[in-house]
């Protein structure tokens, strides 16, 4: 079922079982996932089904940044039912299995888990989002020790924006779907370790609130860490901040276009070229993983823009042709307690206090591209595959994949949230999204943060048909 | 025969006139026939040295039409002086003897080779 939330009375409350707050490719995932179990779900969603301007504003804030615009909180996600969805390119790949575990190149990345626990969820997740797999390949790069990235390309473009695609699907089913009510509080119980409602205004200016068991966070990663933060009468310093970790280490992965002179060797014509490093080498090398995705080859053959290099290239792969294409570094963060979401001075249309975001490039993290360009260098010269190129000047541009800014852990001391996506300290608000990942490896971030949210969501069915969260 | 050396010319020629501006300013024949030797020496294989100069010989008539000469990698002597040299950039690079050229990463050998090829004549 399918509401307006504007038509709801002032000072109304409503109730279930479970409060989605968010329907993104999360909030969906939950919604599609839980709707024939055995309980009530409201989700309470911001925006409308089209894209409206002034519901947009709100998502605005100031941003102190290097390589991201002003406008980066307004234009790198989207306020709408099926949230980002609606404007991704629906490209995304598996978490490789060493990204969980401790790596030198990402102090502190680890995940509470294996990459074997979020496997069995990659099916649904598949099905969600209407993937299928390619085979990867660019085979001599592979034998040469280069590793494919196992990907998944979105289907038809209606498939790919989760709003339009399951909207017929929810507003048949028995899920209360709320649009354009913004959640700007979460009201705590006395003790301050359980949610007992939240607070929905509109921008027609009614206002009222949800109440529920359980409740979810599912509002993208910059907006799940400003909701913890918002300061509650028992606590200031936000929600699940034991560890001074909330909202901290923001990550989006950079790109870096530079250029590559590929040998005949080296082509193929295949579709797929999509690879990374083998994790020993990023290991020896203590670097964070990073991908590297070959864009077709222009037909350049020796007067290719590398120009005298071109040519050397040329002779030093005897019989083969050398000609001149591009290559795109795909950069997985390294996680930095300076690159945050704060509360900003700033009140927005409902008098709460804007995100604001702030990201810099760390030389560290040059410094780790510095020496992957230098490991693909290695292999593609040892053999023969092609010669690559390192900017001094690196021009970076984003992926707008949010992550990490309420990150996963065991312990309070490190994360915000716990190994089943619930908000330490409290005992029935949880979290879904890419927020939640300790570590994201170099791949677009939606298809394992649906894999996730699918996990969350047998959790949930699991803990309140227990009554396990009350 | 011809071809080879034409062959090895054009590259060389390539290498140090750049992409269109070849056509429009050919450099110098002595300046070019200095470059060559000194490739040819780097090469250090004496049977391409000799093919390469009796082609540079029968060439000097001609050689303002070298663009239009492409190399013909199958001779097998060209392609063994090219293939000692390959194996030698590998090496290099197996090894991370790798350098930065002109924001190019490349191997230490192939870095001389270049440095060679626009040292002025
Ligand atoms: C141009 C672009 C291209 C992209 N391409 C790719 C790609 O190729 N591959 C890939 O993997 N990822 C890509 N992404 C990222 C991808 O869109 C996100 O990873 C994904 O949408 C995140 O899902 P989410 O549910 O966590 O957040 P969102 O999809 O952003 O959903 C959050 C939802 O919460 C709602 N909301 C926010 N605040 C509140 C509130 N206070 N109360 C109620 N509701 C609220 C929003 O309206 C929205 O509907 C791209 C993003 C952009 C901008």
């Not at chain 1, 990663?221 to 901040?241: C, D, F, K, Q, V």
């Not at chain 1, 996506?421 to 300790?438: D, I, K, Q, T, Y």
Request: hydrophobic residues 35%.
């Amino acid at each position: 079922m399918i509401r307006d939330a504007r038509a709801v009375p002032d000072g109304d409350s409503i109730d279930a079982d479970l409060c989605i707050v968010g329907g993104g490719a999360a909030g969906i995932t939950l919604a599609l996932e839980l709707m024939n179990a055995d309980m009530s779900i409201v989700l309470l969603e911001a925006g409308g089904t089209e894209l409206d301007p002034d519901e947009q504003k709100m998502y605005a804030g100031p941003v102190v940044s290097d390589v991201l615009p002003d406008t980066y909180l307004q234009t790198s996600r989207l306020r709408q039912f099926g949230g980002t969805t609606n404007h991704w390119g629906g490209h995304s790949v598996v978490i490789n299995e060493h990204v969980f575990g401790s790596r030198s190149g990402v102090p502190q990345g680890d995940w509470p888990f294996g990459a074997d626990e979020l496997r069995p969820y990659y099916a649904d997740a598949s099905r969600i989002l209407s993937k299928k797999r390619i085979r990867p390949a660019w085979r001599p790069a592979i034998e040469a020790g280069l590793v494919p990235m196992e990907r998944y390309p979105g289907g038809s473009d209606e498939d790919r924006r989760l709003g339009r695609a399951y909207h017929d699907t929810l507003k048949r089913a028995s899920v209360q779907i709320l649009l354009h009510g913004s959640v700007t509080r979460l009201h705590l119980d006395p003790g301050g370790t359980r949610v007992t409602s939240v607070q929905v205004q509109t921008l027609s200016g009614n206002r009222f609130t949800c109440s529920s068991r359980t409740f979810v966070l599912a509002t993208g990663a910059i907006e799940n860490a400003r909701l913890l933060l918002m300061p509650t009468p028992s606590n200031n310093r936000g929600l699940g901040n034991e560890s001074g970790q909330l909202g901290r280490n923001f990550g989006d992965h950079l790109f870096l276009h530079d250029r590559i002179i590929e040998t005949s060797l080296f082509w193929g014509g295949e579709r797929e070229r999509f690879l990374t490093f083998d994790p020993a080498l990023l290991e020896e090398q203590a670097v964070s993983e990073i991908g590297i995705m070959r864009l077709s080859p222009r037909k350049a053959t020796l007067r290719g823009d590398g120009g005298a290099v071109t040519t050397v290239a040329g002779l030093m792969a005897p019989g083969h042709e050398a000609r001149g294409g591009h290559v795109v570094y795909y950069i997985e963060p390294l996680l930095d307690a300076d690159n945050r979401v704060l509360l900003s001075d700033e009140p927005d249309a409902f008098g709460q206090p804007r995100s604001e975001l702030h990201f810099r490039v760390s030389s560290d993290l040059k410094a780790h591209i510095a020496k992957a360009a230098n490991l693909l260098a290695r292999l593609a010269g040892t053999h023969g595959l092609g010669r690559v190129s390192l900017s001094d000047d690196m021009q970076f541009r984003y992926g707008n994949h949010h992550m990490s800014t309420t990150r996963m852990s065991r312990s309070p001391r490190r994360g915000v949230v716990d190994e089943n996506c619930r908000v330490h300290g409290m005992e029935n608000l949880f979290v879904a999204g890419s927020s939640v990942f300790p570590s994201s490896g170099c791949g677009n971030p939606t298809y394992p943060l649906v894999a996730l949210t699918v996990r969350l969501a047998r959790h949930l069915r699991d803990g309140i048909s227990r009554r396990a969260f009350n | 025969m011809a071809t080879t050396g034409g062959g090895l010319l054009y590259l060389l020629g390539y290498s140090r006139m750049r992409e269109d501006a070849w056509t429009r300013s050919p450099l110098p024949f002595a300046r070019f026939e200095h470059e060559w030797r000194r490739m040819f020496s780097d090469l250090d294989d004496p049977a391409v040295l000799d093919l390469a100069a009796k082609a540079l010989e029968e060439k000097r008539e001609d050689w303002q039409d070298l663009p239009s000469l492409l190399p013909d990698l199958s001779d097998r002597s060209f392609k063994e002086g090219i293939e000692r040299a390959s194996a030698r950039s590998r090496e290099d690079y197996a090894a991370g003897r790798i350098v930065s050229v002109d924001n190019w990463l490349i191997s230490r050998s192939e870095a001389e080779l270049l440095a060679m090829l626009r040292t002025p004549g």
